[in-house]
């Protein structure tokens, strides 16, 4: 068990091998994916339909619209302040329940059962809540963590093969931040973890344990957190301009490499470093069609509304030549439109 420190409250994070039928019974409300309540059934047969609340999960749940629509679910079935929630899949489902449980009278506990590897290996700890709004992504939202979260790997046995790329995308994005190994090392160990012997754990667990170090330091974004969000800044407007069809953590996949030709503009590292940075993540894996939708006139807009800009020109979490990130100010967004052709040129897909 990992005990994350927080000016808000403490709380926990549990490994288990799987989750007994039993494991829910003591939730009033269990917010789930429904493809994850399609394909464990054997682990919701105790639970009566009625504590059920099943999303089909996309993009337009993570919305006031849709948290509306929950809320007055809560309202119906009578839920207290001393009711308590259970959120079951990956990061929309748990941006959706952490924002209506911080909200619902002030606040309900809640605990989050994450069921992707993006969930498992990042989100799931740091006590974001992120909702967007019209066209802008994760602009809204509050710091309330769960009490418990309860991982259970099993569940990443279903995932499609793109789902949990992203999210080892992710755990190798964490990893790049503390630069403990160089980014050819950081990709061959990512890539040789495995389910069946447990080296998947391992990887997850000490990845949190990562994060947990940087969030303890810094809950609130105002400093070194600020380095994990690299390669979002590129891969949120990457998300946006493919309507989704890339996944997130996909998208942020390509930012780190498109982040380390910024860092070449700037003159922060060589051209030679930026196109091995690059190769790295592309030796990772190879994201299908992101080029076609690195276009400036949609990637540049988008950059220009990221909540973490906070000067004239864009921001960007930018590589270092000896490890490690740095979020950069104020770049000139011709300079981000160079960087973006010349990583479309060399990497082509």
């Given at each position: 068990?990992?005990?994350?420190?927080?000016?808000?409250?403490?709380?926990?994070?549990?490994?288990?091998?799987?989750?007994?039928?039993?494991?829910?019974?003591?939730?009033?409300?269990?917010?789930?994916?429904?493809?994850?309540?399609?394909?464990?059934?054997?682990?919701?047969?105790?639970?009566?339909?009625?504590?059920?609340?099943?999303?089909?999960?996309?993009?337009?749940?993570?919305?006031?619209?849709?948290?509306?629509?929950v809320?007055?679910?809560?309202?119906?079935?009578?839920?207290?302040?001393?009711?308590?929630?259970?959120?079951?899949?990956?990061?929309?489902?748990?941006?959706?329940?952490?924002?209506?449980?911080?909200?619902?009278?002030?606040?309900?506990?809640?605990?989050?059962?994450?069921?992707?590897?993006?969930?498992?290996?990042?989100?799931?700890?740091?006590?974001?809540?992120?909702?967007?709004?019209?066209?802008?992504?994760?602009?809204?939202?509050?710091?309330?963590?769960?009490?418990?979260?309860?991982?259970?790997?099993?569940?990443?046995?279903?995932?499609?093969?793109?789902?949990?790329?992203?999210?080892?995308?992710?755990?190798?994005?964490?990893?790049?931040?503390?630069?403990?190994?160089t980014?050819?090392?950081i990709?061959?160990?990512?890539?040789?973890?495995?389910?069946?012997?447990?080296?998947?754990?391992?990887?997850?667990?000490?990845?949190?344990?990562?994060?947990?170090?940087?969030?303890?330091?810094?809950e609130?974004?105002?400093?070194?957190?600020?380095?994990?969000?690299?390669?979002?800044?590129?891969?949120?407007?990457?998300?946006?301009?493919?309507?989704?069809?890339?996944?997130?953590?996909?998208?942020?996949?390509?930012?780190?490499?498109?982040?380390?030709?910024?860092?070449?503009?700037?003159?922060?590292?060589?051209?030679?470093?930026?196109?091995?940075?690059?190769?790295?993540?592309?030796?990772?894996?190879?994201?299908?069609?992101?080029?076609?939708?690195?276009?400036?006139?949609?990637?540049?807009?988008?950059?220009?509304?990221?909540k973490?800009?906070?000067?004239?020109?864009?921001?960007?979490v930018?590589?270092?030549?000896?490890?490690?990130?740095?979020?950069?100010h104020?770049?000139?967004?011709?300079?981000?439109?160079?960087?973006?052709?010349?990583?479309?040129?060399?990497?082509?897909?």
């Amino acid at each position: 068990m990992i005990q994350i420190h927080s000016r808000l409250k403490d709380y926990f994070i549990d490994f288990k091998d799987s989750l007994s039928e039993d494991c829910f019974d003591h939730y009033d409300l269990i917010i789930v994916d429904s493809n994850v309540l399609n394909l464990h059934k054997d682990t919701f047969n105790n639970q009566p339909k009625s504590k059920l609340f099943e999303v089909e999960v996309d993009e337009s749940k993570k919305t006031l619209d849709y948290a509306a629509i929950v809320l007055t679910h809560m309202v119906e079935t009578g839920l207290n302040k001393r009711s308590k929630l259970a959120a079951v899949g990956g990061g929309v489902i748990q941006d959706l329940a952490g924002f209506v449980s911080n909200i619902y009278f002030r606040g309900i506990n809640w605990d989050y059962f994450p069921t992707t590897l993006l969930a498992m290996g990042d989100s799931c700890i740091g006590g974001k809540t992120s909702i967007n709004f019209n066209a802008h992504k994760n602009i809204l939202g509050t710091f309330y963590p769960p009490e418990n979260i309860i991982a259970a790997p099993n569940f990443l046995s279903t995932l499609p093969i793109d789902d949990f790329m992203s999210g080892l995308s992710e755990v190798v994005k964490i990893n790049l931040v503390e630069a403990e190994y160089t980014p050819k090392e950081i990709v061959r160990k990512s890539l040789s973890a495995k389910l069946e012997d447990g080296s998947l754990g391992e990887l997850i667990r000490n990845t949190l344990l990562i994060k947990k170090t940087i969030i303890e330091e810094d809950e609130f974004d105002t400093g070194k957190r600020n380095q994990l969000n690299f390669g979002h800044c590129i891969g949120h407007a990457l998300e946006n301009a493919s309507e989704f069809a890339i996944p997130h953590g996909l998208a942020v996949l390509v930012g780190m490499g498109a982040s380390g030709y910024v860092s070449a503009e700037l003159g922060i590292v060589s051209e030679e470093f930026a196109h091995q940075y690059a190769a790295d993540m592309d030796n990772f894996y190879v994201v299908k069609n992101a080029n076609d939708y690195l276009d400036p006139e949609k990637i540049i807009p988008v950059m220009l509304k990221d909540k973490k800009r906070i000067m004239d020109g864009l921001s960007v979490v930018c590589p270092l030549p000896d490890g490690g990130v740095k979020l950069i100010h104020d770049i000139n967004p011709e300079l981000v439109i160079s960087a973006l052709d010349n990583f479309k040129r060399r990497f082509s897909n």
